[in-house]
């Protein structure tokens, strides 16, 4: 049974940064494509940023956060991390990461990310 570990949300001013990250307990973390999602109140959940199993060398992003975030992983750590930037009272959700496509796998408990004045 996977299990994912997010942390490092919180309250910050808009345009301000975080950096999520999300522990996995996976024998095979290394070679599975990984996704950082988000859950807004009232909103589905939606894919924000991938990246490829392996060295990680393909990334995508959704459209309103191009530019904005970065997504990389440490297979060693069994980490994936989502740097953000410039925040926007938008991006104010519950983040969580999980295989890409998440399939039936479970969810963690995720990371709340403020963004407010």
């Known amino acids: 049974q996977v299990q994912f570990v997010e942390s490092g949300g919180g309250l910050v001013q808009p345009g301000g940064s975080l950096r999520l990250s999300c522990a996995a307990s996976?024998?095979?973390?290394?070679?599975?494509?990984m996704g950082w999602y988000r859950q807004a109140p009232e909103k589905s959940r939606e894919l924000v940023a991938s990246i490829s199993g392996g060295s990680g060398a393909s990334t995508n992003y959704a459209d309103s956060v191009k530019g904005r975030f970065t997504i990389s992983r440490d297979n060693a750590q069994k980490t994936v991390y989502l740097q953000m930037n410039s925040l926007k009272s938008e991006d104010t959700a519950v983040y969580y990461c999980n295989f890409h496509p998440a399939g039936s796998t479970s969810w963690g408990q995720g990371t709340q990310v403020t963004v407010s004045s």
């Open positions: 996976t024998r095979i973390f290394d070679i599975i494509k």
